[in-house]
């Protein structure tokens, strides 16, 4: 069994920056790849980043290209997600994942955390 335990989230004006954080505990040896998800009131599970545990290769939405950088510090099993030019559109909550794939699907990820709210208003 994994835990994941996010924190970071909070309000922020458009424009401004937040930094997620994502702690895992557990069987952390069987995490090959860690993501975030948003989901925003009314919408489904939208993908934003992910990164590979054993290489560092990153993918992200073309939603967040160039404005949110996914990272990891293998030795502290975190995970984090630098978002800046946040928009009121990056509203949502913010969901930590891990899993056996580098993939932006969902339900491949066995580990889910709680989430943690995004709130981009001025």
């Known amino acids: 069994q994994v835990l994941l335990e996010e924190s970071g989230g909070g309000l922020v004006q458009p424009g401004g920056s937040l930094r997620l954080s994502c702690a895992a505990s557990g069987r952390t040896f069987s995490i090959r790849a860690m993501g975030w998800f948003r989901q925003a009131p009314g919408k489904e599970r939208e993908f934003v980043a992910v990164i590979s545990r054993s290489n560092s290769n990153t993918y992200s939405a073309d939603s967040v290209k160039g404005r949110f950088t996914i990272s990891a510090d293998n030795a502290k099993n975190t995970v984090y997600l630098q978002m800046n030019s946040l928009k009121p559109e990056d509203t949502a909550v913010y969901y930590c994942?891990?899993?056996?794939?580098?993939?932006?699907?969902?339900?491949?990820?066995?580990?889910w955390g709680q989430g943690t709210q995004v709130t981009v208003s001025s």
């Open positions: 994942a891990a899993g056996g794939g580098f993939t932006t699907i969902p339900r491949v990820y066995d580990y």
